[in-house]
């Protein structure tokens, strides 16, 4: 098992339960293939809702593409396939 895994699972833990946060996004995927994910903000606003959600991806996409040697737009396009196949729980 990758040794950063277990310092970064801690952390994102910790940073969660923190009172300041205004929008959460978990993913999770279990060595079955089982996922999970969890979304949730502090508004129930449209536009606010899209602007947090566009940062998450943002974010999301830029860490994977610069860890897995892959562009932004090769992740863009896998995720909206898979986005597409998923179903809401």
Same mark, same amino acid.
């Given at each position: 098992? =990758?040794?950063?895994? !277990?310092?970064?699972?801690?952390?994102?833990? *910790? %940073? $969660?339960?923190?009172?300041?946060?205004?929008? #959460?996004?978990?993913?999770?995927?279990?060595?079955?293939?089982?996922?999970?994910?969890?979304?949730? =903000?502090?508004?129930? !606003?449209?536009?606010?809702?899209?602007?947090? *959600? %566009? $940062?998450?991806?943002?974010?999301?996409?830029? #860490?994977?593409?610069?860890?897995?040697?892959?562009?932004?737009?090769?992740?863009?396009?896998?995720?909206?396939?898979?986005? !597409?196949?998923?179903?809401?729980?």
């Amino acid at each position: 098992m =990758n040794p950063r895994f !277990e310092e970064v699972k801690t952390e994102a833990s *910790a %940073a $969660i339960t923190e009172a300041d946060l205004r929008s #959460v996004y978990t993913g999770i995927i279990h060595e079955d293939g089982r996922h999970e994910y969890y979304f949730g =903000n502090d508004t129930e !606003e449209a536009a606010e809702l899209r602007e947090a *959600a %566009a $940062i998450q991806l943002g974010m999301v996409l830029r #860490v994977l593409a610069d860890r897995s040697d892959s562009s932004v737009d090769e992740l863009t396009t896998l995720a909206a396939e898979r986005a !597409e196949q998923m179903e809401l729980r």
